[in-house]
């Protein structure tokens, strides 16, 4: 009978680890077929062998009246240990459970002189079981002349290229189908190929390249990627605005963008409904979206930004609002509002993908008005020092109060007068 199982050897007379830690082994048993007799018997003497990576040709162990302990209190938990007399080894082996019971009652029948199935093997011309080499699933590289010349293992799920003073990611990362998590942090990329979308990345680290000098986002369009992100990190890459398509990455826990140039995030970012963690301090953000309060943020770093009171784009918009507002809102707006009203369902047979992302990204009214504020002049309520309640930790610069623009349905609403009240408003 033979088993796979870890196995360390301690020499009790000189208390030595003869293997320093638990190794990969091979444990054998069976009869040794010796020479006959005189009498013309063969004497079967019982033996058993261990194979490691080391010792291919295996440590022999006579059995009979060599035994010196076996413990088998911890079995049940895969553990035990057998102890010879000559050499003064004990075995301290880990193995599956019900096989090593198997084993050890195979021991006991060999030691009481029975015949058994499992000691028919030939101890003799025993081998290793063979073990299958373990695919590379991880790989690091923190210099630019450990970049492999002959490619990527296809099994690795893991890989690190950092500080390698990279370009360009090469499209057979992109063919990497087992990859889960990529960074590439440390380098100089001005861009990402399409294809990453493909790939159902669950930690993607970018941080510190130079996306913000291509703004190409195609990448993100990527549905696969979009599914299964959970973590990105596009922290120090000079971007000047929040990558549009970022806002469709529904499972989206952890995002970094601090170290950018961001002045606002958008209001869409509602529709982040799995983001937990976002960073963006070191940015130049005037303000925030009220959105932030329909998400259930954890953890909101805002520390060193530039947040103003003063938005000149809204006071103007405040000023073109009063011209225009008797004039009839856009019937797809209302279309919109109605289906949100209505909780009537998001199918995409059913309804136009572009009022389906209208109502998931639209900010909304105090009130739950949908509204439609995609361009910057169309925000016209900035309020100081909004409470966030949904916040759990918020990190900001004391010395500054943080803003948040508010969009309200219409100059006329009711809300507009409770924000009044909730708010020190700057325009009214
Ligand atoms: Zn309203």
């Not at 790989?139 to 950092?162: A, C, D, H, Q, W």
């Not at 990402?192 to 195609?218: K, V, Y």
């Not at 369902?345 to 504020?373: F, M, Q, T």
């Amino acid at each position: 009978m033979k088993i796979l199982c870890e196995v360390q050897v301690v020499n009790r007379a000189t208390q030595t680890n003869k293997t320093p830690r638990p190794v990969k082994s091979t444990l054998a048993i069976g009869y040794k077929q010796s020479a006959r007799d005189a009498n013309g018997n063969t004497k079967k003497e019982l033996e058993m062998v261990l194979f490691s990576g080391q010792n291919k040709t295996g440590n022999r162990y006579k059995v009979k009246d060599n035994i010196h302990v076996v413990h088998t209190k911890f079995v049940l938990d895969g553990k035990t240990t057998i102890g010879f007399i000559q050499p003064p080894d004990n075995l301290l082996i880990k193995c599956d459970p019900i096989q090593l019971k198997g084993f050890l009652q195979t021991l006991k029948l060999g030691m009481d002189g029975k015949d058994a199935i499992n000691l028919r093997l030939n101890i003799n011309a025993a081998t290793a079981i063979p073990q299958k080499a373990q695919p590379q699933v991880r790989m690091v590289i923190s210099k630019r002349s450990e970049y492999p010349i002959k490619g990527f293992p296809r099994t690795l799920k893991s890989l690190t290229i950092n500080n390698s003073q990279l370009v360009k990611l090469s499209f057979e990362i992109c063919t990497l189908r087992n990859l889960t998590k990529l960074d590439v942090s440390g380098n100089k990329l001005t861009k990402i190929p399409s294809e990453l979308g493909r790939l159902p990345l669950t930690s993607l680290h970018l941080g510190n390249n130079l996306l913000g000098t291509q703004n190409d986002w195609c990448w993100l369009r990527g549905t696969k990627l979009c599914q299964s992100l959970g973590e990105l990190d596009l922290s120090g890459n000079g971007l000047t605005y929040f990558p549009p398509p970022l806002v469709k990455f529904e499972s989206l826990v952890s995002l970094n963008l601090n170290n950018n140039l961001l002045s606002r995030l958008p209001f869409a970012i509602r529709r982040m409904k799995a983001l937990r963690k976002l960073y963006v301090c070191s940015n130049e953000l005037e303000s925030l979206p009220s959105a932030v309060e329909d998400l259930r943020i954890d953890l909101l770093d805002v520390w060193g930004n530039c947040f103003k009171e003063f938005n000149a784009d809204a006071a103007q918009q405040m000023y073109l609002q009063k011209a225009a507002s008797n004039s009839p809102q856009p019937l797809w707006l209302l279309g919109a509002r109605a289906v949100d009203k209505y909780m009537l369902p998001l199918s995409a047979g059913s309804i136009p993908a572009v009022l389906i992302d209208l109502i998931r990204e639209a900010p909304r009214c105090p009130c739950g008005e949908l509204c439609y504020a995609q361009r910057k002049e169309d925000l016209f309520q900035r309020v100081v020092q909004p409470k966030f309640i949904t916040v759990k930790n918020l990190t900001y610069s004391r010395e500054h109060q943080i803003y948040a623009d508010v969009v309200l349905c219409d100059s006329r609403c009711s809300a507009s007068a409770e924000l009044k009240l909730l708010f020190n408003i700057i325009f009214s």
